[in-house]
Structures are given as C-alpha cells and as structure tokens.
C-alpha cells in the first residue's frame, strides 16, 4: 500500500493558463508506513501508471528523482514515509501532427539538445485554430528520427515555451535524458533567463523585483491577473533593471525566478508599466504623455513598426546535461524592436 500526495503547486501544464511557460510534470509521493522495501524504479513504475519504467530510469539519472530531498540511484530501496519527488518532461499528447519543413533560426546544436531563435508571430505549440504552421510543426519535421520526434509527439524536444509575439530563444531537448535534465533545471529554477522589454513610463528605481502570485483574470480568462496576498494563482517573482530611459518609455532587463504564463507582461502591467505595444495588457495606446501632435505621430509611427508586444527572450543559461558545463546563449533584438529604440532614442536626442 502507498499514501501518496501530489503536490498541485507544483504541477504545470501548457493547457493550464495558470500552470506557467515551463513544460514539465512534477510529483511529490510519501510512501506509506506499510509499504514493503522495494526498489525506487520498479515503485514509481506502479505509481505512475503511463510513466515508463525507462522514463523514470532516465530521470533518475538525471538526478530529477529525489527521497527526502537527496538524488537516489535507481538500485535505492523505498522506506516507510520516505517522501519521494520527480520532475519528468511533460508527457505527449495525444493525436498526430503534420511535419513541416520551414526555416528554423537555429543558433546552437549538439547531440542533446539545440537552441532556437524564435521569431515574434510564430506560434510554438498547436492549439485550438493553430493546427499547424508552428515551431513544433517545424521541429516534427526537423527532429523526424529522434526519440522525442517519433509518432507525431505534440511537443518534441520543448521543456518551456514563449508566447506568440514574443521573439527569442527556447532550448529544445534532443533526448529523453536531455528534456529530463532541463526539466528539472526549469522546476529548481536553476535556469538564467534574461528578457528585454519596452515599457511604458519609468519603473520605480534603477532595479526592482515584482512579487505577486499570478492565475486567470476573473474577468478575463485570456489574461493572467496579479494576487499580491497569494489568495489564488502561483508564485511568480520577476527581477528588473533599467538599462535605457526615453522618457516616456524605458528599456529594462527583466530576469525570471519563475515561468509562469504572460509573467512578465502582467507584472509590468500591475506595477503600473505596461509594455510597449501590448494590446492584451493595455500597452497599444498612449499612456504617458499628450495624445497630440508630433508625440502622438512618433508613437502612431512606433506601434507601425512594431505592432505586437515590445518583449524579446535575450538570454538562457544552464548545466548542459551531458557536459555538466555552464553554457550561455544569447540573440540580438530582432528588427522591429531595434528600429523602435532607434526611433525613441532620435526623439529624445531631439527634445
């Protein structure tokens, strides 16, 4: 017999609005006081019924499977009230995908995993009215003879998404042992990610971290909504350092501590900055200074050229899973969002 637990907090998901960006499962078991000695991998074979027992092997390995907080080997014996955690790559759906060939910005690959440099409009996962045409459409296609890209899997090789009209970079597993790795990195929130967004006004200090759970709007279910007293949603903490003022808008860096869905967007928004051009956060019109003249012309001019949330995921930093080694990536500011800089900072020269 097992009592077992499974801590929800700690369950996130791609079709939960309130699960977050990262794209894994964790499960948190205590064992039961009857519960005879038995091998860790063959218990969470039974536990978790449509886990394979090599999945749970690969992820032992990848020191995602702990007891009492401590990474076990697969030969550990459970005990009696041993609490048992594993962070697993989020599983496949179910159904089938079109691969498609399409041009991939690829800026790193090995035989684990590989980066890619997401253009804003390009949707990472099918959904409801996006079929196809997306970034795992592509990598279906691409990733056709590897494990994580056999019978048409839903998300081959994705550990963590970004929206749609955000630009920047994902890392994609290659392998099982790869996205469990990074998995458990995303989960442990060992992850550096760095974004740089445009916003509106001038957030309070030269650096600050906004704190607030976020979950669904009650009066919006596409938005996420701030809960400062963690009444409902998730924990989200998002740290920000402002690198350019304009004025009335302002470069920041923003590091996440977590990935929940529309984070930054809707931290921004609750601290009062929304960014630049969000139409779903409120950022698509004048929100500091006259709606007049030459100002309103300039940013009329700026919402042209950049007509979708001024949002770009600048940086990632991890543990290669095989090398152990500390690596970096990082991707310039697509087109649109440089001419918008290039735009306010000749503004500001001006006045």
Not at 244 to 266: D, M, N
Request: negative net charge.
């Amino acid at each position: 017999m097992l009592d077992s637990a499974l801590d929800e907090d700690d369950l996130t998901g791609p079709d939960d609005d309130e699960g977050g960006d990262e794209l894994y499962e964790h499960h948190r078991i205590i064992v039961d006081r009857g519960q005879d000695l038995l091998r860790i991998d063959k218990f969470l074979q039974h536990r978790l019924r449509n886990t394979s027992r090599n999945k749970i092997q690969e992820a032992i390995r990848a020191s995602a499977v702990a007891v009492n907080g401590v990474a076990v080997k697969p030969n550990y014996r459970i005990k009696p009230q041993d609490l048992i955690t594993i962070t697993l790559p989020e599983p496949p759906r179910e159904g089938k995908i079109v691969p498609e060939e399409m041009p991939l910005d690829i800026r790193y690959e090995d035989s684990e995993l590989l980066i890619v440099n997401k253009p804003a409009g390009l949707v990472v996962h099918p959904a409801y009215g996006h079929w196809q045409g997306t970034l795992v459409n592509g990598l279906a296609h691409y990733l056709a003879n590897l494990p994580t890209g056999r019978n048409g899997e839903i998300r081959p090789g994705l550990v963590h998404r970004i929206d749609k009209d955000t630009s920047g970079l994902l890392v994609i597993g290659k392998t099982e042992f790869a996205m469990t790795h990074l998995s458990n990195q995303f989960f442990h929130h060992t992850i550096q990610r760095t974004y740089l967004a445009l916003v509106w006004g001038t957030p309070p200090g030269p650096t600050g971290t906004i704190r607030g759970h976020l979950g669904r709007s009650l009066r919006d279910r596409k938005v996420q909504a701030v809960y400062p007293d963690g009444e409902q949603g998730k924990h989200a903490v998002t740290h920000y350092e402002v690198l350019e003022s304009f004025g009335p808008v302002t470069l920041v860096r923003c590091v996440l501590e977590t990935g929940r869905t529309h984070q930054i967007r809707a931290h921004m928004q609750y601290l009062g900055h929304p960014l630049f051009s969000d139409a779903t956060y409120g950022g698509d019109r004048i929100r500091v200074g006259q709606n007049t003249g030459a100002y309103r012309d300039l940013v009329e001019h700026a919402f042209q050229l950049m007509p979708r949330q001024a949002l770009h995921a600048r940086s990632l930093g991890f543990v290669h899973p095989v090398s152990a080694d500390n690596v970096y990536f990082a991707a310039e500011l697509p087109a649109d969002f440089a001419a918008v800089l290039d735009l306010w900072r000749t503004w500001v020269a001006k006045n």
